[in-house]
């Protein structure tokens, strides 16, 4: 399993009027913390998309446990727990600051597609770094 832990402070722009985050902006916190893995790992989007590789979400999916206000220190837990096949699961857990409380939890689910938009297997090298890190 690879797991990469981000920690955010919540803006006033995250918030609803009940000043609470708003409930897609979950999706950006997933996104944030699938940047955070995929740099960590050595496989940054920027560097993707310099090959030619895009990973575009197929599925989503949010579980909301607690609303998260204004100002408050999260931690957003990203993991990925098993190779990729035709396709990349990624799952998140969003705890307060100390961990010990779980405000939300979630998947994404990627394709591999080419610069045409194609749907393509994923790249050897990217599968290669994934699965040693996984497996060890």
């Known amino acids: 399993m690879i797991i990469n832990k981000l920690k955010l402070r919540v803006s006033y722009a995250d918030t ?3 000043s609470v985050v708003y409930y897609a902006r979950y999706f950006e916190y997933f ?7 995929l740099r960590e790992i050595g496989l940054p989007y ?11 979400v197929i599925e ?6 607690k609303g998260i206000k204004y100002d408050e220190l999260i931690v957003i837990k990203t993991c990925l727990i098993e ?12 705890f ?8 939300a939890r979630g998947y994404t689910v990627h394709s591999f597609v080419n610069q045409y938009g194609k749907a393509i297997r ?8 994934i699965t040693k890190r996984i497996v060890g």
Request: charged share 45%; hydrophobic share 25%.
């Open 60 to 65: 989503s999916h949010c579980e909301y446990k």
């Open 122 to 129: 994923p790249p050897k090298d990217f599968a290669e770094i």
């Open 96 to 103: 307060d600051e100390t961990e010990t409380e779980v405000r």
């Open 31 to 37: 996104e944030k913390g699938r940047n955070e893995l």
């Open 16 to 18: 609803d009027k009940m």
């Open 46 to 56: 920027v560097e993707m998309e310099k090959k030619d590789l895009k990973l575009p």
């Open 83 to 94: 190779p990729p096949y035709s396709k990349l699961r990624i799952d998140y857990e969003i």
